[in-house]
């Protein structure tokens, strides 16, 4: 991981990428707002790389995404965007063919890569559809999900050969304007309750998406910006891609020091200013790691703080450092609770 890399000390997070893919919510905006520093960061690093925006939210379709970035000051077209339905539409095509018809929970964002494609669209289980796509649209209430579970019984299914049913994501909440939310895997819940089986899923931290993303723009070395470890990180993680860590979002310190290896970062940025600033390297001496002027250090069972520096960050990422290298779970160590915040 970058964190842990021998670096020079001019080196960037962007340096050898050539495409940058960010997420949206906590990263880009949040609710209807963009997060400061966020626009102008992006469109500088549109010189020299492609930039994506990378989203599970299904409710919208890419191109209503690319105009609400666009007013936002962002440099963006459709085709920028990539989003889970536009991921579950190719494993969609794995299972039924184009001209099939499908039970859609969700909005517009779904249907509007359905009919791209060629697939007719349906409400109703009692069309008997060959196959349920399900994703998030604030207007998805129980009368939806009921008619995905009919569908999904429909003569005695009750295994993953059964009819296919493919979940857009599963982000358990979702970030809007006045706090956390219930989101799709909340929904696929109900649903998974009612028929007994799990759906094949299409968005972060499966790989499809990731698939969809480096195809669409060619990559052979991206760098993916999340806000959110059991997301973008890990979803990154085990698509090969490079990952940089946002406190802008869901998830902050206290998540990050006690991220399992598969969820690890492999840079912390403050704001999206830090991807133009040089990256500082960890050093270390015997038990101690130095990030900056800040110095952390594990005493047994004990991580110290041996210096704060005059960085936070810097203090984050020398703490993340010792506590990952440790090789011990964050609740078998003593840390001060100055590290959480």
Same mark, same amino acid.
Request: glycine content about 10%.
């Given at each position: 991981?970058?964190? %842990?890399?021998?670096?020079?000390?001019?080196?960037?997070?962007?340096?050898?990428?050539?495409?940058? @893919?960010?997420?949206?919510?906590?990263?880009?905006?949040?609710?209807?707002?963009?997060?400061?520093?966020?626009?102008?960061?992006?469109?500088?690093?549109?010189?020299?790389?492609?930039?994506?925006?990378?989203?599970?939210?299904?409710?919208?379709?890419?191109a209503t995404v690319a105009r609400h970035l666009t007013d936002l000051g962002l440099e963006v077209e459709a085709s920028d965007v990539v989003t889970s339905p536009q991921a579950?539409?190719?494993? @969609?095509?794995?299972?039924?063919?184009?001209g099939a018809l499908v039970l859609v929970v969700g909005g517009e964002g779904i249907v509007t890569e359905l009919e791209r494609r060629g697939y007719r669209v349906t409400r109703?289980? $009692? $069309?008997?559809?060959?196959?349920?796509?399900?994703? %998030?649209?604030?207007?998805?209430?129980?009368?939806?999900?009921?008619?995905?579970?009919?569908?999904?019984?429909?003569?005695? %299914?009750?295994?993953?050969?059964?009819?296919?049913?493919?979940?857009?994501?599963?982000?358990?909440?979702?970030?809007?304007?006045?706090?956390?939310?219930?989101?799709?895997?909340?929904?696929?819940?109900? +649903?998974?309750?009612?028929?007994?089986? %799990?759906?094949?899923?299409?968005?972060?931290?499966?790989?499809?998406?990731?698939?969809?993303?480096?195809?669409?723009?060619?990559?052979?070395?991206? @760098?993916?910006i999340g806000d959110r470890l059991d997301t973008d990180i890990l979803g990154a993680n085990r698509a090969g891609f490079a990952s940089a860590m946002v406190l802008t979002g869901?998830?902050?310190?206290?998540?990050?020091?006690?991220?399992?290896?598969?969820?690890?970062?492999?840079?912390?940025?403050?704001?999206?200013?830090?991807?133009?600033?040089?990256?500082? +390297?960890?050093?270390?001496?015997?038990?101690? +790691?130095?990030?900056?002027?800040?110095?952390?250090?594990?005493?047994?069972?004990?991580?110290?703080?041996?210096?704060?520096?005059?960085?936070?960050?810097?203090?984050?990422?020398?703490?993340?450092?010792?506590?990952?290298?440790?090789?011990?779970?964050?609740?078998?160590?003593?840390?001060?609770?100055?590290?959480?915040?």
């Amino acid at each position: 991981m970058a964190l %842990f890399r021998t670096r020079i000390e001019s080196a960037t997070p962007l340096e050898g990428v050539d495409a940058v @893919l960010a997420d949206l919510d906590g990263v880009v905006y949040k609710g209807a707002h963009a997060i400061p520093y966020a626009v102008e960061s992006l469109n500088a690093a549109k010189t020299g790389h492609a930039v994506g925006y990378v989203t599970n939210n299904a409710s919208r379709s890419d191109a209503t995404v690319a105009r609400h970035l666009t007013d936002l000051g962002l440099e963006v077209e459709a085709s920028d965007v990539v989003t889970s339905p536009q991921a579950a539409m190719h494993l @969609l095509a794995e299972r039924v063919e184009p001209g099939a018809l499908v039970l859609v929970v969700g909005g517009e964002g779904i249907v509007t890569e359905l009919e791209r494609r060629g697939y007719r669209v349906t409400r109703s289980a $009692d $069309d008997a559809p060959a196959a349920v796509v399900q994703g %998030f649209a604030p207007e998805v209430g129980w009368l939806q999900l009921a008619e995905a579970a009919f569908a999904l019984n429909a003569g005695g %299914f009750a295994d993953e050969n059964g009819l296919p049913w493919i979940a857009t994501n599963m982000d358990w909440t979702i970030p809007v304007a006045r706090g956390i939310a219930p989101g799709n895997g909340t929904l696929v819940s109900a +649903v998974h309750t009612a028929v007994g089986r %799990f759906p094949v899923v299409a968005g972060k931290p499966e790989t499809p998406i990731f698939d969809e993303a480096k195809r669409r723009f060619g990559a052979s070395n991206p @760098l993916m910006i999340g806000d959110r470890l059991d997301t973008d990180i890990l979803g990154a993680n085990r698509a090969g891609f490079a990952s940089a860590m946002v406190l802008t979002g869901i998830d902050r310190a206290k998540q990050l020091l006690a991220a399992d290896a598969s969820m690890r970062p492999d840079f912390i940025l403050g704001d999206l200013r830090d991807l133009h600033a040089a990256y500082p +390297v960890a050093e270390r001496t015997r038990d101690t +790691v130095r990030v900056g002027r800040a110095k952390v250090r594990l005493d047994g069972d004990r991580v110290v703080i041996a210096a704060e520096g005059d960085d936070e960050l810097d203090l984050l990422r020398a703490a993340c450092a010792v506590i990952w290298e440790s090789g011990r779970p964050i609740h078998a160590l003593q840390v001060p609770e100055q590290l959480y915040a």
